[in-house]
């Protein structure tokens, strides 16, 4: 048996740190579960004062994260603290009341990653057929929050989304980005024997090039969601599907191809929509929807409150309008909360301005 120069075994030099971590974990354990008992004390709290609807907060939530990634010294990343912690409080909100997000599905989708990203793996899935499905789900109260696609870093606005949001009275409460890794997934052995590749119609847009590249002559067929795109592949040994990892777990697809995407650093941001909005987190962005008279300069001129107050704008993004021909509506995203300056003041004037104004909510930035 190898030993070093003080004359240790490997054994014995593992037996030492593996009883630290012995004694480590019993410690986190105990701690995890001081931590549950804390967070159902604060829902008997709620409920004596009648606030338990407001069991998930999302703006406590952001400002608890900040605080261990800047607390955090490593060797664990921000972002693997991040997704730990996330755990640790869906577990104890679970405790308190399982929280139902709905998404558009079916399982398996980058809209259930989001999900789980934000809500984490205790949260109750509710996987809905359309976005529209989604949103009905929260507004009738069958759902505590929806979570939705609302732009591509790559293809750009969703547009059913953005319809949605103009006339619903469900709160922008939350923000999710998600990194896409699109890959080729089936049950061939080769790209030679691919008969035809099906995703959604963003994702297939998302891989033009690359298909063009190795799969120029096979037909590409737009489904419904890449987690369809998946079962369908699972089923049909020649066909595949481009779809993320938690679609190739679920249907037990192998690759063919990884991140196959052809832009690098395609990015998916979602929107989290509930009842209630979200308080001031201290890093937060509101989104609006604007419409003005349809005459020169109506829109620098509806925007200057904005530009006045110093608040920046991250997104703009126009819609037609429902009500008549040739006529939109302005989708903005600023930084800052409505309920803080100096946004607060910039709306009001911005009120008086526009032909029409309606703020979606103010929420925590996404952290990562």
Request: glycine share 8%; net charge negative.
């Amino acid at each position: 048996m190898s030993a070093d120069k003080t004359g240790q075994t490997i054994q014995e030099a593992l037996a030492v740190v593996r009883q630290q971590i012995d004694g480590i974990d019993g410690t986190l354990l105990e701690l995890l579960n001081r931590r549950a008992q804390c967070a159902r004390e604060v829902g008997e709290i709620k409920a004596r004062f009648g606030d338990d609807g407001f069991i998930y907060r999302p703006e406590r939530e952001a400002q608890v994260l900040r605080r261990l990634q800047d607390m955090n010294q490593g060797p664990l990343a921000d972002e693997t603290i991040t997704r730990l912690f996330r755990e640790v409080m869906s577990a104890c909100l679970a405790l308190e009341q399982p929280i139902g997000v709905a998404f558009l599905g079916p399982l398996g989708t980058f809209s259930e990653s989001a999900a789980v990203k934000q809500f984490g793996h205790a949260a109750r899935l509710l996987p809905q057929a359309s976005i529209d499905d989604v949103f009905r789900a929260v507004e009738a109260g069958h759902a505590d929050y929806a979570v939705v696609p609302v732009e591509n870093s790559t293809e750009g606005a969703i547009g059913r989304t953005l319809d949605l949001l103009l006339g619903t009275s469900l709160k922008i409460c939350g923000e999710v980005v998600v990194r896409i890794h699109q890959n080729l997934l089936s049950k061939a052995v080769s790209l030679g024997e691919v008969t035809q590749v099906l995703s959604h119609a963003q994702s297939l847009a998302q891989c033009h090039e690359w298909l063009n590249r190795n799969l120029p002559d096979v037909p590409r067929i737009p489904v419904a969601s890449n987690a369809e795109a998946a079962r369908l592949a699972a089923e049909n040994p020649g066909w595949a599907a481009i779809a993320g990892e938690a679609a190739a777990e679920r249907y037990q697809l192998p690759y063919l191809a990884s991140s196959i995407e052809d832009e690098p650093n395609n990015t998916t941001r979602f929107l989290v929509l509930g009842r209630f909005a979200a308080g001031v987190s201290g890093q937060d962005k509101t989104s609006l929807i604007l419409s003005t008279p349809n005459r020169t300069g109506a829109l620098q001129s509806l925007l200057a409150p904005l530009a006045e107050a110093g608040v920046s704008m991250t997104r703009l993004e126009s819609r037609p309008a429902r009500h008549a021909l040739w006529e939109y509506v302005f989708f903005v995203d600023i930084e800052g909360h409505a309920d803080a300056e100096p946004v607060k003041s910039a709306l009001a004037k911005l009120s008086a301005e526009a032909a029409y104004l309606k703020v979606l909510g103010s929420y925590p930035a996404a952290v990562y």
